[in-house]
């Protein structure tokens, strides 16, 4: 099993994710750079967080229309399993891969502090060590997180365990206090229908060592390479 | 031709920097009833470019965005 990292110019968790896959999850992986093609050695993509292309326009928008991410979306129209995490949520959004659009906080701040989430879906490949309810602890960094999406598209997406993580509190309960930027229905993290591409706003690789704090992050690394 | 691509944040949706805008005018003492931010994209073109192509599949987000083109 081999897992790619996104490198898009202004990226800057890509070592962070890099360095959890190989050290800490002792499994293969190498960096893909934006103009890069040929990702066929690759079985699972990470998008990591960051400002790609400085965050102009719209964050994620430039990234979204880079030749690698035309190799992404064949790949995931394949089934190729795919997570994008911050940043790398946005610019699976602008490509088209995920429903929604993440938009400015709502207090129109940058937010960086620990959230707790709890899982939503019943079973998706990220989250197959966990069950619904759990709760985890994990840190944000964002300040265009607000999830958006239509109330249809939000409805349909319910219905077909497409919402894998909501805002919560310790306890897991999702009201207005534990939502941080303005999502819409408390909404953290998303898959596409067909359950293989993932995008979320906090950071598991953050969280992901002991030395670090917090290792709540392993548990969806450990769920992806199950 | 120049041609210019006016990017609004999309009707009903919550704009913090506009909100940000109307406060500090509000504390100013002007009556404002609302206030957006968006953006400008201008571009020198001939006429062959097709604007509205680039706007749609490039530079706008139906989602939460409207566009206008102005043109010299």
């Known amino acids: ?48 967080g960051g400002f790609s292309f400085g965050d102009y326009v719209r964050p994620g928008l430039l990234a979204s229309k880079t030749a690698l991410m035309d190799a992404v979306i064949d790949f995931a129209h394949k089934g190729g399993i795919v997570l994008g995490i911050c940043n790398g949520f946005q610019i699976l959004t602008e490509a088209g891969l995920l429903p929604g659009a ?44 607000r999830y958006y999406v239509d109330d249809k598209t939000l409805k349909d ?15 897991g309960n999702t009201d207005n206090g534990s939502n941080p930027n303005g999502s819409v229905s408390n909404i953290a ?9 993932f995008g979320m706003m906090p950071h598991p690789e953050r969280a992901s060592e002991d030395v670090l704090g917090n290792h709540d992050g392993l548990m969806l690394w450990y769920s992806l390479i199950s | 031709m120049k041609v210019r ?21 509000t504390s ?34 139906p989602l939460i965005e409207s566009y206008k083109v102005e043109k010299e």
Do not use: W
């Open chain 1, 1 to 48: 099993m081999k897992f790619g990292v996104c490198v898009f110019p202004g990226s800057n968790c890509d070592y962070d994710t890099y360095y959890v896959i190989r050290d800490v999850l002792e499994r293969d992986v190498r960096f893909i750079y934006h103009n890069e093609t040929n990702i066929k050695d690759i079985d699972i993509l990470i998008l990591p």
């Open chain 1, 157 to 171: 997406m319910e219905e077909n365990d497409q919402i894998i993580f909501r805002y919560a509190d310790k306890e």
């Open chain 1, 102 to 145: 993440l938009l400015p906080n709502v207090n129109g701040r940058f937010i960086c502090k620990d959230v707790y989430l709890r899982i939503e879906t019943k079973s998706r490949i990220l989250t197959n060590k966990l069950k619904r309810g759990d709760v985890l602890r994990l840190p944000i960094a964002h300040h265009d997180g």
């Open chain 2, 28 to 61: 100013k003492g002007y009556n404002i009833e609302s206030a957006k931010v968006g953006k400008v994209i201008e571009m020198e073109v001939d006429d062959s470019v097709d604007i509205e192509e680039i706007a749609k599949k490039y530079l706008v987000n």
């Open chain 2, 5 to 25: 691509i006016l990017i609004m944040p999309k009707e009903g949706l919550l704009d913090p920097q506009g909100r940000a805008v109307m406060e500090l005018l």
């Open chain 1, 189 to 197: 993290g998303i898959c596409n229908k067909e359950g293989n591409v």
